[in-house]
């Protein structure tokens, strides 16, 4: 069965420095996220991309963050200069039906910030 | 968005049927009965969905009542991988973002 694929699984990085985490969605699929994890919290919603452009974000998602498909199969974010509260999980998602279908998960990228 | 209940956590035992029940009252028409679990730190894993007939797929079967204000997802024969936190969420079709609550920790017992 088709996955969604994250690389690296988890990254070491010191605070202010620059992190990409990678995402390879679901190949015929149309609509991607990105959703974050603090451990021991919920499931958090960051960004939806469709179409070359975000559709949607939330307050999460500041400048400090950026989103990009470079290719026909990469999907990444970009934290720019990152913070001590960056730390968490980081799962992407992709969805290939507009309406009802449901997003699909990678099992995510570990982010650790030094 | 309509607002979901779930128990904080449930136990089963394994080979057991799993019924995990969800409130959600305030459900508008078109909203979605979304699934998901989550195993340890893995990503969250899609279950199964439902708009207001009962569905059934590999993984579990969704009982939505009629008049849409709680569902049941049910696990027919537990195991112990199925020990997970379970998620339901509420959602218009179209909508970006899945919102995930706390969810039920379910323990699957020999």
């Known amino acids: 069965e088709p996955e969604v694929t994250q690389t690296p699984s988890h990254q070491v990085t010191q605070m202010g420095q620059e992190v990409i985490l990678r995402c390879v969605p679901i190949?015929?699929?149309?609509?991607f996220y990105w959703y974050r994890q603090i451990l021991g919290q919920k499931v958090e919603f960051l960004v939806s991309?469709?179409?070359?452009?975000?559709?949607?974000k939330s307050e999460i998602f500041d400048d400090q963050f950026s989103v990009e498909r470079p290719d026909g199969s990469n999907f990444t974010l970009k934290i720019r200069s990152t913070k001590l509260e960056d730390s968490a999980m980081y799962f992407c998602?992709?969805?290939?039906?507009?309406?009802?279908?449901?997003?699909?998960f990678g099992d995510g990228t570990r982010l650790s910030i030094l | 968005d309509a607002k979901t209940t779930q128990p904080p956590s449930m136990d089963c035992a394994e080979g057991r049927a799993a019924n995990l029940p969800c409130n959600h009252s305030t459900i508008s028409g078109n909203e979605y009965v979304y699934w998901y679990r989550q195993i340890h730190s893995q990503g969250p894993q899609y279950i199964i969905h439902g708009l207001k007939n009962n569905e059934t797929n590999e993984m579990a079967s969704l009982i939505i009542t009629e008049d849409r204000k709680s569902s049941t997802l049910i696990l027919p024969h537990a195991t112990l991988r199925d020990t997970a936190v379970y998620y339901c969420i509420v959602r218009v079709a179209d909508n970006n973002d899945m919102r995930f609550g706390a969810g039920t920790r379910l323990t699957v017992k020999p």
């Open positions: 991309f469709y179409n070359n452009e975000i559709s949607e």
């Open positions: 190949s015929n699929h149309l609509y």
């Open positions: 998602a992709s969805r290939g039906e507009q309406g009802r279908g449901p997003q699909h």
